[in-house]
């Protein structure tokens, strides 16, 4: 791993508190976000992991207030660095945005401008941090994309993102979050949409990057796999809300949530029987716009109470950093550990 996984020992860089997140454009509000805590360490990497809609997305792009404020209302408390980002005006926010924390996104040809090359916008971001010269900017650029190993880097400053491939998208897209030199780093399932070769490649690079700078980095992901390899902890959403949170060896060795037991179950595993039918999560998530009243995964959980229908749990720390949103920790879940078939990174 990355870092100490004791970050209580550590200085929190990113502190999240009784997080808020409520989309108002519709006909009714719906809760993406209720009540998340999270808290990311100087040169800790943390991994938000969880179905699609489960409210990571929504979390990751509120450390940099992203959504339109004209439909969205954002409560709680969020500092990173020392400052409110809930409290700050538009300047500081734009001062804030690149320099103290920064995004990869997940499909950087969304995410880059079309009709500028990647190596102007690069040095672009520079100047409106920077009192530097054009020149000494683009020179940062040359060398962040060295950094990230982009092949033949003075020609590819000039292309267009549409004259990239995939990979070296991503990679710009990576330079382009450094090129300010930010204490956090936001990437937001930036592997999805590579092949798994690329993907091994993205993950070293990210790795490497967060040893050299020092960087905290909360990364999103819906893949077990690449979050082993690069997390130093893990926290796992449900429906807007943290549910499992711990040491990521302590989490795959030890799930004490069923939502995470039961993605873990869900993994293809390189042991399987050719025909075998692939476990499932039976169900759907819930309506975020009519949560129910307990907890939310107990209508999909193979565990759950009469109680867990009526009672939304609070957390329960079970020791070591770990803690889980569950009535039922104290049970023994018995089950077979999926093998993570994702070929380990090197050292």
Do not use: W
Not at 201 to 213: F, N, P, Y
Not at 271 to 280: C, D, F, N, V
Not at 283 to 292: E, F, N, T
Not at 317 to 339: K, N, S
Request: hydrophobic share 45%; aromatic share 4%.
């Amino acid at each position: 791993m990355n870092a100490s996984t004791d970050s209580a020992a550590k200085e929190a860089i990113v502190s999240v508190r009784d997080l808020h997140v409520t989309f108002t454009a519709g006909k009714k509000p719906v809760e993406a976000v209720n009540g998340v805590d999270l808290q990311v360490a100087r040169g800790e990497t943390v991994a938000l992991i969880g179905e699609s809609g489960s409210g990571k997305s929504v979390t990751l792009r509120s450390l940099l207030r992203l959504h339109p404020a004209r439909h969205t209302r954002i409560e709680g408390r969020i500092e990173v660095a020392g400052a409110n980002v809930l409290s700050m005006g538009s300047r500081a926010l734009a001062d804030y945005r690149g320099r103290v924390a920064s995004m990869i996104f997940q499909e950087p040809l969304l995410a880059l401008d079309p009709v500028y090359t990647v190596g102007a916008q690069i040095i672009e971001s520079i100047r409106r941090h920077e009192n530097i010269s054009t020149a000494d900017a683009r020179k940062r650029a040359l060398e962040l994309f060295e950094r990230v190993r982009i092949p033949s880097p003075e020609r590819r400053l000039d292309a267009y993102p549409h004259e990239m491939s995939g990979g070296m998208r991503q990679r710009a897209m990576i330079a382009l979050a450094l090129a300010c030199r930010p204490q956090v780093l936001l990437a937001d399932e930036p592997t999805t949409a590579l092949d798994a070769t690329v993907q091994i490649q993205i993950l070293l690079l990210l790795r490497e990057l967060q040893r050299e700078l020092g960087l905290a980095i909360v990364f999103v992901t819906h893949d077990m796999g690449a979050a082993v390899e690069v997390a130093d902890r893990f926290a796992v959403m449900y429906a807007g809300r943290i549910v499992e949170e711990g040491p990521t060896r302590e989490v795959i060795r030890n799930p004490r949530h069923p939502y995470t037991l039961a993605l873990m179950q869900a993994r293809a595993d390189g042991a399987m029987e050719k025909g075998a039918r692939l476990a499932s999560i039976p169900g759907a998530p819930p309506d975020l716009a009519h949560l129910p009243m307990g907890c939310a995964f107990a209508e999909r959980c193979t565990f759950a109470q009469p109680a867990c229908l009526q009672t939304r749990p609070d957390a329960v720390e079970l020791g070591g950093d770990h803690r889980a949103r569950c009535l039922r920790t104290d049970a023994t879940i018995q089950f077979g550990r999926p093998r993570m078939e994702r070929p380990a990174i090197p050292a």
